[in-house]
């Protein structure tokens, strides 16, 4: 038994939330030993049967429960979880009974791995469970379990899709356990963030939620504490809490916890307002005319694996030449070298359809990882401004900044953290340092079908490309669906217009056509469908298979391009063989993709031209380990990067906590 309180109130005040602390070396070793062995605990087969037996012992005496009963059992469980006292047996009732409602109100009645995985979240750890496996209906059981228990719960998503379409989906399920759900989207306004924050179990963005607390925290300053909040609040005429959105940081719930958690750890979230940057348009345009006139390799060297450009000494003075004839900026060094970087930057590193789209007469950027707009995102330091001077649409005024939090703070401040996720295992290291999140791998319900055949590396991307319109060709004639991955919008919409020639009608999945996202999905396992989009990884929809597929072979998935993280491959191969359904993957790439070309040495491309026959796969020494070995560097640079960020993080918390600033 144990006791743990994470409700708004006395105890904790009005709006609790974490302390960060600081761990020393020894806290930090012990967290990582202990999270070991709670994975290798965790993990046994015999303890999820006890779970599950327990769970399965008061379902049995649910099944013949009349309606009344039932909600009379809701009301008896609600004021035992209220009480505090959290045993694995009375968390096992909570869960027979949302399980017996479940099975009422959505027709949908908890497997033994969606019990495993709600038990897993409910404690404050996070549940790897595959692709299929019906996540949303997992985290119905931790959210209204805690719910019950006076609990504000948030059900945490990427996008406000999904938000919606999961709050809805499991709407009559929570109503039915007297329990009220609100969602928050972008459009959302203030009145309608707080109603639905007021509600026991909110669904929202990533995004939405820490812009959110950010509006809090400059209501509140630095005056979050238990007592100053209790007297504040006996001052009704002058309180802060009507312009309070949120109750605290109590218990969070975060699907695509990878993604959240460790690919957005790198984007800091900015409250801003725009500044007043009358002289920004002409500034931009100089920056990139005297940028125009710099030659690569003499003036400015790019650094394509740090996705970074140096000026050389030679530069410096080639630009102080060039900005001669120009006043203001222009005349002080630093500021001068600043703008030339950002310039260059947007005219080598920053390429329309790979980051961002031009729409509407708009720059929209692209996330690398989802393959998604976001259209209210901007790149900082004026370079989203350079970039629409670049493209010659209307700059944006650039933004003054009034507060600003990096996930990897925000999340450690909610008293209990859990989520859910298709591939942490990668990560799971990562996760248990700096959010004290323990990662738990979860059975599937079913045996697994998926065939995942060996990789297939070519000397040149017109060899690879030919590989994948053959094999589509292939399976599109037998009738297997297909689905293919891509990198970046360009890339989808070459092998679109290779599909096209070739014949074989398609359908194209990117940044385009986000509008159309769940239906092409959706319809991605029909008999003979070729479906191409980019990262297709976490965007929530499952893809079923439709009639006479199964005896097809199921979806088959091809990968055109190894990702800067191994987990958003294994995310897309994960999209075929769901619930053991059958289904198929393999790996198309060559040396000259992308990201394989700025790591594969020069010194090689002479053993791969003696190795190689034309139109044949490489032999896997220099082939698939080269390719693999590129893909391990990125993520331990990538690691690398979050970490320091981190470190770099806690000092500005440091120095604006002895400044008295909020954030």
């Known amino acids: 038994m144990y006791s743990v309180s994470l409700r708004p109130g006395i105890a904790l005040g009005r709006y609790p939330e974490r302390n960060e602390l600081r761990p020393g070396w020894l806290e930090r070793t012990s967290s990582v030993v202990a999270a070991l062995l709670v994975r290798k605990h965790r993990s046994r087969s015999a303890y999820f049967n006890e779970v599950c037996a327990l769970v399965h012992q008061h379902s049995a005496r649910l099944v013949n429960e009349s309606e009344a009963d039932l909600d009379a059992a809701v009301t008896a ?90 709050a809805e989906l499991m709407r009559p399920l929570y109503e039915s356990l007297g329990l009220t ?22 669904y929202c963005t990533n995004k939405q939620l820490t812009f959110d607390y950010l509006k809090d925290r400059l209501v509140l ?75 690569p390799g003499e003036d ?34 630093r500021r001068r070298e600043e703008l030339i970087v950002q310039a260059l930057s947007a ?7 790979k980051q961002y789209l031009v729409r509407d007469e708009q720059v929209q950027i692209i996330d690398e990882y989802t393959g998604r707009l976001m259209p209210d995102r901007s790149w900082e330091r004026g370079l989203h401004q350079m970039v629409q001077a670049k493209e010659g649409v209307e700059i944006s005024a650039r933004n003054e900044t009034l507060a600003k939090i990096s996930y990897q703070r925000f999340f450690r401040r909610y008293l209990r953290l859990g989520g859910m996720s298709g591939t942490a295992q990668e990560v799971a290291s990562e996760l248990s340092s700096v959010y004290g999140l323990n990662c738990v791998r979860i059975p599937t319900n079913k045996p697994s079908r998926r065939k995942v055949l060996p990789d297939q590396v070519f000397g040149t991307r017109d060899e690879k490309w030919q590989a994948v319109i053959d094999d589509i060709r292939k399976r599109h004639a037998a009738g297997q669906p297909v689905l293919v991955g891509t990198r970046t919008v360009e890339e989808s919409e070459y092998l679109g217009a290779l599909l096209k020639n070739a014949g074989l009608q398609h359908e194209v999945l990117n940044a385009r056509q986000d509008q159309r996202e769940a239906e092409i999905v959706a319809g991605a396992g029909e008999c003979g469908r070729i479906t191409v989009a980019t990262n297709i990884a976490g965007r929530g929809t499952d893809i079923s298979l439709g009639p006479g597929a199964e005896a097809r072979g199921g979806l088959h998935v091809i990968v055109t391009e190894r990702h800067e993280a191994g987990r958003i491959d294994r995310q897309l191969i994960g999209r075929c063989a769901r619930q053991g359904d059958p289904g198929s993957a393999v790996s198309i790439l060559s040396i000259e993709d992308e990201l394989v070309a700025m790591y594969y040495p020069k010194a090689m491309r002479w053993s791969v031209d003696q190795a190689s026959s034309r139109g044949e796969p490489l032999p896997v020494w220099t082939g698939a380990i080269p390719v693999r070995f590129t893909q391990w560097l990125l993520e331990r640079r990538h690691q690398r990067i979050r970490a320091e960020l981190f470190k770099a993080d806690q000092q500005l918390s440091d120095q604006m906590a002895f400044a008295g600033r909020p954030e």
């Not at 802060?240 to 800091?268: K, M, N, Q, W, Y």
């Not at 920004?280 to 005297?290: G, K, V, Y």
Request: negative net charge.
């Open 300 to 333: 400015f060297l790019v650094d394509t694996r740090e996705h970074s450009i140096t000026l050389t000494e030679r530069g410096e003075e080639r630009l102080e030449h060039l900005a001669e004839s120009l006043e203001g900026v222009w005349c002080a060094k």
């Open 221 to 295: 300053g630095r005056g979050t504490g238990r007592i100053q909040l209790q007297v504040d609040r006996l001052d009704h005429q002058h309180s802060r809490h009507s312009g309070l959105l949120l109750r605290g940081l109590c218990f969070a719930i975060v699907d695509e916890a990878d993604s959240v958690l460790i690919d957005e750890a790198r984007t800091p979230l900015i409250l801003s307002r725009p500044a007043d940057t009358k002289e920004d348009t002409r500034i931009f345009n100089d920056a990139l005319m005297l940028a125009a006139h710099l030659r």
């Open 77 to 166: 469980i609600r004021a035992q979880l209220v009480s505090d006292q959290h045993t694995d047996e009375l968390i096992a009732r909570a869960f027979a009974i949302i399980r017996e409602k479940s099975g009422r109100t959505l027709g949908m009645r908890h497997f033994d791995c969606q019990l495993m995985g709600g038990w897993v979240i409910f404690h404050g750890m996070l549940a790897e469970m595959n692709t299929g496996e019906g996540k949303t209906l997992t985290a119905a059981l931790p959210a209204a379990t805690a719910a019950l228990a006076g609990i504000p719960v948030h059900v945490i998503t990427v996008n406000d899709y999904l938000a919606a379409r999961d």
């Open 181 to 202: 759900v609100g969602i928050i989207a972008e459009a959302s306004t203030s009145e309608q963030r707080q109603a639905a924050y007021a509600c026991d179990i909110t």
């Open 347 to 353: 005219r080598h590193l920053f390429l329309r359809d």
